[in-house]
């Protein structure tokens, strides 16, 4: 599995943007949630946002009702919508897979790189 992120960028505070990662997999791999992470200077990475093979989602709360996480049908790739964006929202964000081989329960995790979101006030 590999991911790759993209669509960082410098943003006003109450702006928006939307950040993607496209995922490639073997057809001998079924990924099974996928997730936003984010990491600001000086602490720790926290998850911001997963959804499931059937679609079920989950936030941490300080994003509620301001980011949107989905994918296309495919699972191709993995969106980020960010609105009403705060300079806490500041940090590097990173798309994340809990995938495994279609024959074993062999589940292992994937990171792509970070990219950048910068919010101004």
């Known amino acids: 599995v590999q991911l790759q992120a993209f669509g960082g960028g410098l943003v006003q505070a109450g702006g928006s943007l939307r950040l993607s990662c496209a995922v490639s997999?073997?057809?001998?791999?079924?990924?099974?949630?996928m997730a936003w992470y984010r990491q600001a200077p000086g602490k720790q990475r926290e998850l911001v946002a997963g959804?499931?093979?059937?679609?079920?989602?989950d936030y941490v709360d300080s994003v509620k009702g301001r980011l949107t996480v989905s994918t296309d049908k495919a699972w191709n790739t993995l969106y980020l919508q960010m609105s009403s964006l705060k300079p806490e929202d500041t940090a590097s964000y990173y798309c994340h897979a809990i995938a495994s081989t279609n024959t074993a329960a062999d589940y292992r995790q994937y990171w792509g790189q970070g990219t950048l979101v910068t919010v101004s006030s």
């Open positions: 997999v073997s057809n001998s791999v079924t990924i099974h949630r």
């Open positions: 959804i499931t093979s059937d679609s079920r989602t």
